[in-house]
T-cell receptor
Framework: GESVGLHLPTLSVQEGDNSIINCAYS??????FIWYKQESGKGPQFIID?????DKRQGQRVTVLLNKTVKHLSLQIAATQPGDSAVYFCAETSNYGGSQGNLIFGKGTKLSVKP | NAGVMQNPRHLVRRRGQEARLRCSPM?????VYWYRQLPEEGLKFMVY????????ESGMPKERFSAEFPKEGPSILRIQQVVRGDSAAYFC???????????FGSGTRLTVV
């Protein structure tokens, strides 16, 4: 069935280093992917998204890579800062702009940044 | 733009009581989604609504749970006869069109005692 999961449940990095958070998905019909950041006690905050017709998309300090061949998604954070400490979720949908709007979330990776 | 507003932020209910969770979408957003999050887990889709219509309720438990999004006012997630297993964080998101541009609220943390 459909599932979105993460390879690493926790990730600890030194401030200033780059972080890579990975995500695997099993629904080959997925056509839209989103990375969210969730800080303690708060709702998910949009970081970056990517459509299935793209392999890479860059934002400010963040890059998302999509490998449709192996159904793998990653989030790269450059020069990680203490404020980046949070739980990161990938989410996917197989009906972008269609009649269904629900997202399927992975379990999450907790990123801890050491000063 | 105040974003997606959810209230209350925290709600405590005794077993058997009713819980009503409210969500006001962002201005201009007519699509509302409810998700539930258990501790240490990702969000699980519950229901997708547009004004006065339930579009997809495939994630809603068959009993005790209902949702509405009236023409006027916030969207309401209602849980009747709450049980301990209903304790979770409930998040609402809104979007300007189907399937994209989600913005989440800060959630309502329901505790059933």
């Amino acid at each position: 069935g459909e599932s979105v999961g993460l390879h690493l449940p926790t990730l600890s990095v030194q401030e200033g280093d780059n972080s890579i958070i990975n995500c695997a998905y099993s629904n080959s019909a997925s056509d839209y992917f989103i990375w969210y950041k969730q800080e303690s006690g708060k709702g998910p905050q949009f970081i970056i998204d990517i459509r299935s017709n793209m392999d890479k998309r860059q934002g400010q300090r963040v890059t998302v890579l999509l490998n449709k061949t192996v159904k793998h998604l990653s989030l790269q954070i450059a020069a990680t800062q203490p404020g980046d400490s949070a739980v990161y979720f990938c989410a996917e949908t197989s009906n972008y702009g269609g009649s269904q709007g629900n997202l399927i979330f992975g379990k999450g990776t907790k990123l801890s940044v050491k000063p | 733009n105040a974003g997606v507003m959810q209230n209350p932020r925290h709600l405590v209910r005794r077993r058997g009581q009713e819980a009503r969770l409210r969500c006001s979408p962002m201005k201009g957003h007519s699509h509302v989604y409810w998700y539930r999050q258990l501790p240490e887990e990702g969000l699980k889709f519950m229901v997708y609504l547009q004004k006065e219509n339930i579009i997809d309720e495939s994630g809603m438990p068959k009993e005790r749970f209902s949702a509405e999004f009236p023409k006027e006012g916030p969207s309401i997630l209602r849980i009747q006869q709450v049980v301990r297993g209903d304790s979770a964080a409930y998040f609402c998101a809104s979007s300007p069109k189907q399937g994209s541009g989600y913005t989440f609220g800060s959630g309502t943390r329901l505790t059933v005692v």
